[in-house]
């Protein structure tokens, strides 16, 4: 079989490379320092340190157990790290707040609530009016395309729109950063799609930032500006790339030199030698079909 000649992942045109530039030239926004975080004698985050710029989308991906929802949900305030910190705008993250939104894999919309209330629900407990929450909210539903079922119980919408109002529930508080733990995961392959392309035009339009969990490679390349690859064993950053795919993003690019590029760099970080060594399964035959399959 014909080996492609790939670029280098480290290639970037003029044009990325100023986007880059532009990018780092933005406000740290988020600052990770030193995180560890051990359960019992296992330690599923070592020294993880980075940061992230302003409305930079950035993926995290890497083999189960090496700690990707971990890291989300110490910056969501969700769990507490072992030792280091994490500065928000330059304040300790130590609790859940407002300033950064959350949208889970699992659909977690409040079933008893149309999509305007589950909308309207952050912004009336953070002590808005009703009138004043319910005008916010429709810019938010409107903004993800659902106004025609903004009286909707979740009950009646699609696993895709589903997570579009657990979106807008995320944005309507403004947060400066939006943490999103696979959220596409649960999605049939087209409307998972779909979902990125709407996630991609939603984030154009809105002054957030964005960290992006994923187990798929093609959906991190899509989506990202940089991509944030966690290790096992002990877990530890093994490479932040820099995408060296062009914006505005396409499916077109999929089979392009740099988004190949990228993937192949990808898949030796995450299944490389360590997978190659892994411990074969035993033999066992469990039924006789009387005819071999390979």
């Known amino acids: 079989m014909q080996t492609l000649n790939l670029p280098s992942h480290l290639d970037q045109s003029p044009e990325v490379a100023a986007r880059f530039s532009k990018l780092k ?7 990770v320092n030193h995180l560890n975080k051990t359960f019992h004698t296992h330690t599923t985050l070592n020294d993880i340190s980075l940061q992230v710029f302003r409305r930079e989308f950035m993926c995290v991906v ?19 790290p072992t030792s280091g910190d994490v500065l928000l705008e330059g304040t300790q993250v130590s609790a859940p ?15 008893w609530l149309t999509v305007k209330k589950n909308v309207m629900f952050g912004l009336e407990i953070g002590g808005r009016s009703s ?13 993800v395309g659902l106004s025609k079922f903004e009286n909707s119980y979740p009950h009646e919408l699609s696993g895709g729109m589903k997570q579009r109002v657990a979106i807008a529930r995320a944005l309507a508080n403004n947060p400066r950063i939006l943490l999103m733990d696979e959220p596409f995961g649960a999605l ?37 500006d940089r ?9 530890r950053i093994m490479e932040v790339i820099e995408v060296p795919v062009p914006r505005p993003r396409s499916s077109s ?10 993937k192949a760099r990808l898949e030796e970080l995450i299944h490389g030698p360590e997978e190659a060594e892994a411990m074969p ?14």
């Not at 030239?25 to 600052?31: A, E, G, Y």
Request: aromatic content about 8%; glycine content about 8%; proline content about 5%.
């Open 25 to 31: 030239s933005r406000p740290v926004i988020l600052d």
């Open 62 to 80: 890497g083999p189960s157990g090496c700690g990707k929802s971990t890291l989300i949900r110490i910056i969501a305030g969700l769990e507490t």
């Open 188 to 224: 049939d392959a087209q409307t998972r799609c779909k979902m990125q392309s709407y996630l991609l035009e939603i984030w154009k339009r809105v002054d957030v930032t964005i960290m992006f969990v994923t187990h798929d490679l093609d959906e991190a390349i899509y989506l990202s």
């Open 131 to 143: 009138t004043e929450s319910e005008s916010e909210a429709r810019q938010w539903i409107d903004l």
């Open 97 to 111: 707040g407002s300033d950064r939104g959350m949208v889970f894999q699992g659909y977690t919309l409040f079933p």
């Open 281 to 294: 399964l035993p033999k066992i035959r469990l039924t006789h079909a009387g005819d071999d399959v390979e």
């Open 227 to 235: 991509i944030l690859v966690l290790g096992t064993n002990p877990s």
């Open 253 to 262: 690019q999929f089979l392009s030199p740099e988004f190949l590029a990228t």
